[in-house]
């Protein structure tokens, strides 16, 4: 392996160390319907989204609360801290398709209907909430940037008006 492609790939691994995810593939569900949990869940709080898919009447959610316990486990084997510690939310997931099977059911006058039974292939991160308290003290937050070109320009525009 050439050095480039060795480089790439030590910095593809050590950012691999940070991401808590896991992955569940050729679930036997069709995307739509998982893709349906996987909206529910997006952006919320950890613990918030467990009990979203823990009460859902939906079949795919049994099947997403057991990959959304494996990630939260994840986190824990690779950080070394408490879930409960860490202000952890679901970043992103991802519903993907999966092998179709494809099968026949008999129809009148010796037809046949093709019925699919589709899967998929579902991500799931789960990240640590950033504070925006416990930014950096040399960042300055983009809305504070705005607000003085605001009142820069504002006063521009006052100073030609006056002459």
């Not at 824990?76 to 099977?101: M, Y």
């Amino acid at each position: 392996m050439g050095s480039r492609k060795h480089n790439s790939a030590e910095i593809r691994k050590e950012d691999r160390k940070t991401l808590y995810l896991a992955v569940m593939r050729n679930c036997p569900t069709s995307p739509r319907k998982m893709g349906l949990v996987a909206d529910l869940i997006r952006g919320k709080d950890v613990y918030e989204a467990m009990n979203l898919l823990h009460f859902s009447p939906k079949h795919a959610a049994k099947r997403m609360e057991k990959l959304l316990r494996s990630a939260i486990s994840n986190y824990e084997q690779k950080s070394g801290e408490r879930a409960e510690d860490g202000n952890l939310f679901v970043s992103e997931v991802h519903v993907d398709g999966a092998a179709t099977l494809k099968r026949f059911r008999p129809a009148p006058q010796g037809r046949a209907y093709r019925i699919r039974k589709r899967s998929n292939h579902v991500t799931l991160v789960v990240d640590e909430r950033v504070d925006l308290n416990e930014q950096e003290e040399g960042t300055e937050p983009v809305a504070h940037e705005a607000e003085v070109l605001t009142s820069q320009t504002t006063q521009n525009a006052e100073t030609t008006a006056s002459e």
